[in-house]
T-cell receptor, first 114, second 110 residues
Framework: EAEVAQSPRYKITEKSQAVAFWCDPI?????LYWYRQILGQGPELLVQ????????DSQLPKDRFSAERLKGVDSTLKIQPAELGDSAMYLC????????????FGPGTRLTVL | GQQLNQSPQSMFIQEGEDVSMNCTSS?????WLWYKQDPGEGPVLLIA?????ELTSNGRLTAQFGITRKDSFLNISASIPSDVGIYFC??????????FGQGTRLTINP
């Protein structure tokens, strides 16, 4: 069964360092999402891509976060510099179409900032 | 950001019992989704609902799209140990982003 792949699964870093997360969506899925999930809460959307274009990045803290999906397939989310409050689970999801409500999630990257 | 009101926040039940949880919103949604998340993993889609009043089952799970379009319900019958986890509802209006609830943590006593 096709799955969304993410790496690394865990990342520990010190504040002010740069971190990067990678996501490979389900093959053929045009829409890719990055979510942040704080412990004890539901996921919140950071950025949505349709192919290689950003559709929604209204909740992305653009002073320190960036995301790209250069070839419209896999994607990278970067934080520079990391802050203590960035500690969370970062989830990637994909859907076949932007109009499809059924999003499939990867296993996530657990980030701890010390 | 905006989130749905999901209740209860946690449940402690005996194996074999039925489970009910719900999700309410101040906004009207045209899609309701229910996910389950195990510790350290991403959410897994359980059931998707697209029409007010719709009742959909997936094995022992049954979910309903409320007729007001502002709520949804999830029931689990005859709970088993692997049902343990956090259950999230998510709502969507049109092409807007998914909005998630805070989750219901289910614990099962053997």
């Amino acid at each position: 069964e096709a799955e969304v792949a993410q790496s690394p699964r865990y990342k520990i870093t010190e504040k002010s360092q740069a971190v990067a997360f990678w996501c490979d969506p389900i093959s053929g899925h045009a829409t890719l999402y990055w979510y942040r999930q704080i412990l004890g809460q539901g996921p919140e959307l950071l950025v949505q891509f349709q192919d290689e274009s950003v559709v929604d990045d209204s909740q992305l803290p653009k002073d320190r976060f960036s995301a790209e999906r250069l070839k419209g397939v896999d994607s990278t989310l970067k934080i520079q510099p990391a802050e203590l409050g960035d500690s969370a689970m970062y989830l990637c999801a994909s859907s076949r179409l932007a109009s499809s409500n059924e999003q499939f999630f990867g296993p996530g990257t657990r980030l701890t900032v010390l | 950001g905006q989130q749905l009101n999901q209740s209860p926040q946690s449940m402690f039940i005996q194996e074999g019992e039925d489970v009910s949880m719900n999700c309410t919103s101040s906004s009207i949604f045209n899609t309701w989704l229910w996910y389950k998340q195990d510790p350290g993993e991403g959410p897994v889609l359980l059931i998707a609902l697209y029409k007010a009043g719709e009742l959909t089952s997936n094995g022992r799970l049954t979910a309903q799209f409320g007729i007001t379009r502002k709520d949804s319900f999830l029931n689990i019958s005859a709970s088993i140990p692997s049902d343990v986890g956090i259950y999230f509802c998510a709502g969507q209006e049109g092409a807007q982003k998914l909005v998630f609830g805070q989750g219901t943590r289910l614990t099962i006593n053997p």
